[in-house]
């Protein structure tokens, strides 16, 4: 008679010696972190877990704030979109909880305040890291003639199998007076946000959609305004059974 062993995670054998594949055998599931935070994830809590794909991606930086004097204009670059990472691991490898941590957007700046860093999003403390964005920088003075502000710059690559680092703020155009253009936020690396929309006219920053990306800058003509904030970053866990 043949003798066959097999992983009863993958296969179990009824009473009549029939074989039976594991219903789990090749699914999969999704498991997303998208609230700015502190997690955990416990392999063993997950039978049969193959392996796990993480993506994460940062929190996005803030636009600046903008204050100018009456009669004329200050214009501000969009903070910068956060980096995006992603790995994969055997679960032979995922020794005990994995700590998960979802980094903030960094909030926009009021008056003629800086827009604030956002936060970098990990998996397994250094396993997988996606650095947050950049806030742009409250540089430019009050003024009525042409101008033009420096873009933010996107933070670099973290740590991963597949790195990107974030997209850059855009900069701002003042033309005169009363005339001008904030810079829109930088989208974050891997795809999944797009930053906040430039402005001409004072009001509400335009918010970001999606992901960590970067928030648009504020414009003034006389009135003080609120940079963007930037998006929140997430971290997703693909299982694989």
């Avoid at 903008?66 to 980096?83: E, M, W």
């Amino acid at each position: 008679m043949a003798r066959i062993c097999v992983d009863e995670e993958d296969f179990t054998i009824d009473a009549g010696g029939v074989l039976h594949l594991s219903a789990r055998v090749g699914s999969q599931q999704i498991i997303p972190f998208v609230t700015a935070g502190n997690f955990t994830f416990n392999p063993a809590s997950f039978p049969g877990l193959k392996s796990v794909r993480v993506m994460a991606v940062g929190g996005g930086g803030g636009g600046a704030g903008a204050n100018a004097s009456a009669g004329q204009t200050i214009v501000r670059a969009g903070g910068s979109g956060a980096g995006y990472s992603e790995s994969v691991f055997n679960t032979n490898v995922l020794v005990g909880i994995q700590a998960i941590v979802v980094g903030a957007g960094g909030s926009g700046g009021s008056g003629n305040e800086a827009g604030n860093d956002g936060d970098s999003s990990s998996f397994g403390g250094t396993l997988v890291v996606a650095p947050g964005g950049l806030g742009s920088a409250a540089s430019q003075t009050s003024g009525i003639s042409l101008a033009t502000t420096t873009g933010t710059s996107g933070p670099l690559a973290g740590s991963g199998t597949i790195r990107f680092g974030g997209g850059v703020g855009f900069s701002g155009t003042r033309l005169d007076a009363n005339t001008g253009v904030s810079g829109a936020g930088g989208n974050s690396g891997g795809g999944l946000g797009t930053g906040g929309g430039s402005r001409t006219t004072e009001g509400t920053a335009y918010g970001i959609r999606g992901l960590g990306g970067g928030g648009g800058g504020a414009i003034s003509l006389g009135a003080s305004q609120v940079g963007g904030d930037g998006g929140n970053g997430g971290v997703f866990l693909y299982l694989q059974f």
